[in-house]
């Protein structure tokens, strides 16, 4: 196990509402960055947190937002939900130190949208 | 701009026999990162491999290989004595400050 853990693991909400997604970063882990993956695709970069600063964000609107915590946890929300926001969103764990990149996710939130 | 080409959408395969998966990337960057991740059915991505730009040893780690090539710009997977455990898709990355996922393989190995 990664020691990266999300919440909820499924979750399904109508179009125009908001959601959140919660992350817990492994031990050691400074940065958490958050993915999207629609089904049959390859995840997509949504956004990164590095000392609960946004250090990165793909190409992704600004009602999704995020937050990281002192102790290197993370949210991701999302607000008024569309149809094409569902999705498997996939946190990663990071620890981003020259030689010693490595990157670990959790079991992801399965979002549906109606 | 990061690209990750994986050519092959679907592998099948009868157990036992090898499967060599694809990866070629894209980058402009001197110093880069390439991994290669397992997503079971659970939805989980699974850590396999890590390789950084200067390291272009091969690399042998049970029942899986992996051949990095800098002057084709390849990374590639082969599972040997393939296993239905084995079947899942698989993804090759490439990283600079975030992760750059190519669009996936799926593998079915078949008893």
């Known amino acids: 196990e990664t020691g990266v853990t999300q919440s909820p693991t499924h979750l399904i909400k109508t179009r125009g509402q908001q959601v959140t997604l919660r992350c817990s970063s492994q031990?050691?882990?400074?940065?958490v960055s958050w993915y999207q993956q629609a089904l049959g695709q390859g995840p997509q970069f949504i956004f990164q947190y590095y000392r609960e600063e946004e250090n990165g964000r793909g190409n992704f609107p600004p009602r999704f937002s995020g937050l990281q915590f002192p102790n290197y946890s993370s949210e991701l929300n999302v607000n008024a939900l569309e149809l094409d926001d569902s999705a498997l969103y996939l946190c990663?764990?990071?620890?981003?130190?020259?030689?010693?990149?490595?990157?670990?996710f959790g079991q992801g939130t399965r979002l549906t949208v109606v | 701009a990061q690209k990750v080409t994986q050519a092959q959408t679907e592998i099948s395969v009868v157990e036992k026999e090898d499967v060599t998966l694809d990866c070629v990337y894209e980058t402009r960057d001197t110093t880069y990162y390439l991994f290669w991740y397992k997503q079971p059915p659970s939805g989980e991505l699974v850590f396999l491999i890590r390789?950084?730009?200067?390291?272009?040893q091969n690399e042998i780690s049970g029942r899986y290989s992996w051949n990095f090539q800098k002057s084709t710009s390849s990374f590639n997977f082969t599972i040997t004595a393939s296993q239905v455990v084995d079947s899942a898709v698989y993804f090759c990355a490439l990283f600079d400050y975030k992760l750059s996922f190519g669009a996936g393989t799926t593998v079915t190995v078949r008893a």
């Open positions: 390789r950084n730009s200067f390291d272009e």
């Open positions: 031990s050691g882990h400074n940065t």
């Open positions: 990663a764990s990071s620890s981003l130190t020259g030689t010693n990149t490595e990157a670990f």
